[in-house]
């Protein structure tokens, strides 16, 4: 099969998921936001990785959110840690509101215990979770995920929001890291 190869550092990326189907799900997911019942939503969107899932979303979004972001930074190159640094926190009051968060994706877990806490601890009334992306393998985490695009395998993704040391975040289809698959050649 001919494979579209992205290199980007000193990785080799393959793709996974194109953006026609990122998008389809993508409506699937605000659809069912849509038929929830709440008086005022707040849109929680995690930066930067969420950023794109965000804007596909929200524009789906039948009533007027309110749509705030925070910034936080758990992984450094491929590797996640348990060190969550809060770079920019919750601006809004999420007093007795209900919230919704927004994640590029879930990993181990804990960037998004620590949000989920985070908004309990404001006195949020309610919070769901929207990821687009989900690697169950690799979960470790207690908050309740209702919205999931994507489980994928416990393998290294970037575009559509999510990037490599930086960069690969404004590719429109989501790609994996290229393994090199050996072949045993048989002689004769
Ligand atoms: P967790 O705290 O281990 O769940 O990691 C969550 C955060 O790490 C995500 O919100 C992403 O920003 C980033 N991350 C996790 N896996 C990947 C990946 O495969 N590619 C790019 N970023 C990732
Ligand atoms: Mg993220």
Known sequence: MNKTILKIHDKEFEPLIFESEINEKIRAIAHQINALEFEELICLSVLNGAYMFTAELCKHLHNLPVISFIKIASYQGMQTSETITEL??????????????????????NSIDNVYNACIQQG???VYIATLLYKPDAYKGNAPIQFIGFSIPNSFVVGYGMDYNG???????IYVLHTV?????VNG
């Not at 960069?167 to 289809?173: E, F, I, M, P, S």
């Not at 698959?181 to 050649?185: A, E, L, R």
């Open 88 to 109: 920019v926190g919750i601006q809004e009051n999420l007093k007795n509101k209900t919230v919704l968060i927004l994640e590029d994706i879930i990993d181990t877990g």
């Open 124 to 126: 949020a009334n309610k």
């Open 167 to 173: 960069l690969g975040r404004n590719l429109k289809d």
């Open 181 to 185: 698959k050996f072949h045993h050649v």
